[in-house]
C-alpha cells in the first residue's frame, strides 16, 4: 500500500503564495517555502524541478481559476449579459480569491518567461492566454457579428481589463473589493460594449 502524500503540491503552493504575499518574491526561496509548508524540501525537489518552476506552476494555477469563471460566464445565451457575466466574474474572483488576484497582479507573465524552466513550462506559459483569447473573440462576434481587432480590444476593455481596474485598487492592498463598485460594473460593461 502506497503511503499517503502529507505535502501535497497544492498545499505547498498555497504556502508560498503566502510567503510571497507577506515578504514578496525574493523572499520565497526554497527553504522558506519548505520552512513555511512544513514540507521536506526533498519532497518540494519531487514536486517542483526548482523554485522558479514553483512560483511559475503557482501563477499559472491562478489564471487558469480567473479564467475558468470568466469562460464559463460568457456562455450566457444573450451576448450583452454573457459580457456583463465575464466581467463579473473577474470582479467576483478578485473577491472570492483575494490572494490569487493579488499573485496575479504581483508577478508578471513576461518574468516567468524569463526563468530557467522546462519547456512544457514555457510553452504552457506562451499559450496561457488561449483561452480568454477565444471567449473574447467568440463573445466580440456575437456582440458585433465580426471579430476584427478593434472589436476584440473593445470587448476585452469591458470584459477584462475594466473589472480588473476596478478591483485592482484592493487587491493590491489585499482588501476585499467592495460591493458598490461592483454595482456600477455592470453599467460601465454595457455602456463599453454599446459605445458608437
Not at 508578471?108 to 483561452?131: C, F, G, H, M
Request: proline share 6%.
Amino acid at each position: 500500500m502506497a503511503r499517503p502524500r502529507i505535502h501535497q503540491p497544492d498545499a505547498v503552493m498555497d504556502r508560498a503564495r503566502r510567503l510571497v504575499l507577506e515578504k514578496g518574491v525574493r523572499a520565497a526561496t526554497i527553504e522558506a517555502i519548505a520552512a513555511a509548508s512544513g514540507a521536506p524540501m526533498g519532497s518540494l525537489y519531487h514536486y517542483f524541478n526548482s523554485r522558479d518552476e514553483l512560483l511559475t506552476r503557482l501563477w499559472v494555477r491562478a489564471v487558469r481559476r480567473s479564467q475558468a469563471a470568466f469562460s464559463a460566464a460568457a456562455e450566457d445565451e444573450d451576448p450583452e449579459c454573457a459580457a456583463v457575466a465575464a466581467a463579473m466574474s473577474i470582479y467576483d474572483f478578485c473577491t472570492r480569491e483575494r490572494d490569487d488576484a493579488r499573485l496575479l497582479v504581483s508577478m508578471r507573465r513576461e518574468d516567468l518567461i524569463q526563468a530557467e524552466l522546462p519547456s512544457d513550462i514555457v510553452k504552457e506559459l506562451k499559450e496561457l492566454n488561449r483561452p480568454v483569447q477565444r471567449t473574447v473573440e467568440e463573445l466580440s462576434r456575437r456582440l458585433y457579428h465580426c471579430a476584427r481587432a478593434r472589436d476584440r480590444d473593445r470587448v476585452l476593455l469591458a470584459t477584462f481589463d475594466l473589472p480588473y481596474g476596478v478591483a485592482r485598487p484592493y487587491v493590491i492592498r489585499g482588501q476585499t473589493p467592495p460591493p458598490h463598485r461592483r454595482r456600477l460594473l455592470g453599467p460601465a460593461v454595457l455602456a463599453v460594449i454599446r459605445a458608437t
